[in-house]
T-cell receptor, first 114, second 116 residues
């Protein structure tokens, strides 16, 4: 059975801290790894990673994938209270044209205090 | 608002009743997905459509669940004879088709179901 495990499950930091969120996976037919942010209701897309060692960056957020060790990390530098959310890691594990069928991890709850 | 729209946002029902949720995707998206999320867990894939065709359904999905997407536009998810274990947030998402897929699923805000 395909599996995505995130750690830590929750994290409390102060504004300005740097955090690293972890995601490991076991899937039979890997296509890509994705990170989403869920603040209240709807998850919103952050990154899609398909190749090892290539960092994706957007502002203070960055992510990298290691396909040999089967994990990814999401880094957030200089955290702000607006970064407080659940961060979801997912793997697109479908073959053929069935992309978008994602297996999600349980999420990391990040709380940033002023 | 041109995002993914879901209705109703909240539904409280008694065990054994049928419920139906509706999803209106972003208009130019021909892929539509249903996911279910329970408290403290990530979303779980239920089914997806390419235009009006339902291409895959999770094998974990009970026969009490059925989804349609007539004419390839909006979609409905029906749960028959609801059980307390069906209580969850039902999320709909849409995306572009194969040649334009970027990994981004656009999620709606969900329909929360509570079965008493």
């Amino acid at each position: 059975e395909d599996k995505v495990v995130q750690s830590p499950l929750s994290l409390v930091v102060h504004e300005g801290d740097t955090v690293t969120l972890n995601c490991s996976y076991e899937v039979t037919n890997f296509r890509s790894l994705l990170w989403y942010k869920q603040e209240k209701k709807a998850p919103t897309f952050l990154f899609m990673l398909t190749s090892s060692g290539i960092e994706k960056k957007s502002g203070r957020l960055s992510s990298i994938l290691d396909k040999k060790e089967l994990f990814s990390i999401l880094n957030i530098t200089a955290t702000q209270t607006g970064d407080s959310a659940v961060y979801l890691c997912a793997v697109d594990n479908a073959g053929g044209t069935s992309y978008g069928k994602l297996t999600f991890g349980q999420g990391t709850i990040l709380t940033v205090h002023p | 608002d041109t995002g993914v729209s879901q209705n109703p946002r909240h539904k409280i029902t008694k065990r054994g009743q049928n419920v139906t949720f509706r999803c209106d995707p972003i208009s130019e998206h021909n892929r539509l997905y249903w996911y279910r999320q329970t408290l403290g867990q990530g979303p779980e894939f239920l089914t997806y459509f390419q235009n009006e065709a339902q291409l895959e359904k999770s094998r974990l999905l009970s026969d009490r669940f059925s989804a349609e997407r007539p004419k390839g536009s909006f979609s409905t998810l029906e749960i028959q004879r609801t059980e307390q274990g069906d209580s969850a947030m039902y999320l709909c998402a849409s995306s572009l088709s194969a040649g334009f897929y970027t990994g981004e699923l656009f999620f709606g805000e969900g329909s929360r179901l509570t079965v008493l």
